[in-house]
Each structure stands twice: as structure tokens, then as C-alpha cells.
């Protein structure tokens, strides 16, 4: 029995990842998969990655556009789908990503790829991994001398508060 005009979904979405989705991360996905899968080329294979628009996915899956990036931001950390340019070039942070006019998603499964080969192999480095982050130059810095002189509760400082100002006179 042939089902005309339905898209199939790969059972990996269903049976590993669909309890670690929210919402609108599954709209998005099913939308790609659609897109992708749901259509056929001439020479009868399965497209690979489509051409999708903020306001296409607005339109079709009635998440706002202020939401979007976030949304696909997390489904490429999840290695659901992968963000190219024409080129074939990823973009897998919002800064590359922003201001591209042609911007091509593909969902990262195993079912329609080229003999069952991973079409998604970007492994994503964590921010914090970054040698030049705010954080690990700034804040943690701070944090290790604090923690390394000892916590003092308040009371406590509050009296060396009023020590010190014993000590060094209002007027000379």
C-alpha cells in the first residue's frame, strides 16, 4: 500500500529524541523534514537540504520570528539539522548566520541519506571551551581570589566595617 501525498518521518525523531524536544523545536524539525524528505527531485532521490525563510517558518509552523533563532540554534547543539549557505558552507552560530540571504536547512537523520551514510558530522565545541571568554577572564578570576580569602557572614562584616571606620577619623 503507497501513501500519495504524506511525508514519513524517520523513526529515530519518534523513538530517541522526541521526549528531548520542546514544542517548537518539533514544529521546526517536522517543517525541515517536510521540506526535505516530503519532496522528490526528478532523478527520484529525496532532497537533501531546502531553502527556508524566517517568514516561511512563521507562516507554517506559527512560531514567531523572535523565537526562531533560538529554537534552530538549539536543534543544530542537538545535532538534529544542519545550516548551510549556497555554497554548502555551515553556519552553525547565529553570527554567521545572520544577514545571509540564502540559508539551507537539512535535517540530520540516517533515513534518506546516500547509503545510510550520517549527513550531519559537525561535532559543536562548548562556549565555555573558547580561550578568549569573558568569563574565564573575568568573573572566575574574581570568584577564586573571593572564595580563597574565606566567607564572612554578614554580621561579621558589618563589624569590620565599623572597625574600620574607628580607626580612620571623619575629620583631621
Not at 42 to 47: A, M, S, T, V
Request: charged share 25%; net charge positive; glycine share 6%.
Amino acid at each position: 500500500m503507497r501513501y500519495q501525498k504524506t511525508t514519513q518521518v524517520p523513526n529515530e525523531l519518534v523513538d530517541v529524541h522526541l521526549t528531548e524536544l520542546t514544542f517548537s523545536e518539533l514544529k521546526v524539525l517536522l517543517y525541515i523534514i517536510r521540506q526535505t524528505y516530503g519532496w522528490k527531485l526528478k532523478n527520484g532521490k529525496r532532497k537533501q537540504r531546502d531553502r527556508i525563510t524566517y517568514k516561511l517558518f512563521n507562516t507554517k509552523t506559527g512560531i514567531s520570528i523572535r523565537a526562531l533563532p533560538g529554537t534552530i540554534q538549539s536543534l543544530i547543539t542537538k545535532h538534529l539539522i544542519t545550516v548551510t549557505d549556497y555554497q554548502g558552507n555551515k553556519l552553525h552560530s547565529p553570527q554567521q548566520r545572520k544577514g545571509k540571504v540564502g540559508i539551507y536547512y537539512a535535517p540530520c537523520f540516517n533515513t534518506y541519506a546516500e547509503k545510510d551514510k550520517k549527513v550531519c558530522t559537525y561535532q559543536q565545541k562548548g562556549v565555555q571551551n573558547i580561550p578568549y571568554n569573558k568569563t574565564n577572564s573575568t568573573k572566575l578570576k574574581r570568584q577564586k581570589s573571593f572564595q580563597q580569602k574565606g566567607r564572612v557572614s554578614d554580621w561579621q562584616r558589618m563589624q569590620q566595617i565599623i572597625q574600620s571606620r574607628k580607626q580612620t577619623p571623619l575629620y583631621k
